[in-house]
């Protein structure tokens, strides 16, 4: 079977593989680099999920694989405040579309204005940290989880929930 993910970012590539090889066994993985064709950090759900469904619809088209993954994250703004949140899409040869969004992450004040602002949350989760490239690797999700998760892991649950229309197909088929 083959898997192509719409990213090169290794955090997205790791969280499909561990997934789809825990469930399929043996998966060739294909990163593919796709345009998300929304902005660089969606300010919305459904922007963060067109982003997800797109990738994964490019990335199947570029490789004509089995399936085709998207991952997004951007944030959403509740009555609660804003969360962060992670949309994943997974497409097969059918075209049919399983999907999937994190719970979210109540975000601070002072990141929601830059974010408003335009900026990139990993651009901003960089400069908060020190660090370089942290979307790559723990994430915002580690850094306010203060490392009990991290953005790998969130995208794994978020994987794995995208799939259950693939692994319940009799119930999704009309």
Request: charged fraction near 25%.
């Amino acid at each position: 079977m083959k898997v192509a993910i719409g990213s090169q970012n290794l955090v997205k590539i790791k969280a499909t593989e561990n997934v789809f090889k825990r469930i399929f066994g043996g998966v060739e993985i294909l990163s593919v680099k796709v345009d998300s064709g929304v902005f660089h950090t969606p300010s919305s759900w459904e922007e963060t999920a067109q982003g997800a469904i797109n990738r994964a619809r490019s990335a199947l088209e570029k490789t004509g694989a089995d399936f085709g993954v998207g991952l997004e994250g951007g944030y959403e703004k509740t009555k609660f405040g804003v969360l962060m949140r992670g949309a994943v899409a997974i497409i097969d040869k059918k075209g049919r579309l399983g999907i999937s969004g994190s719970n979210g992450i109540l975000l601070p004040g002072k990141i929601v204005k830059r974010l408003e602002r335009g900026e990139e949350l990993g651009n901003i989760m960089d400069q908060l940290q020190g660090v370089k490239n942290t979307k790559q690797k723990w994430g915002a999700v580690g850094f306010f989880l203060k490392g009990y998760s991290n953005r790998q892991e969130s995208f794994e649950h978020n994987v794995l929930h995208a799939l259950a229309r693939f692994l319940r197909k009799e119930l999704y088929e009309e």
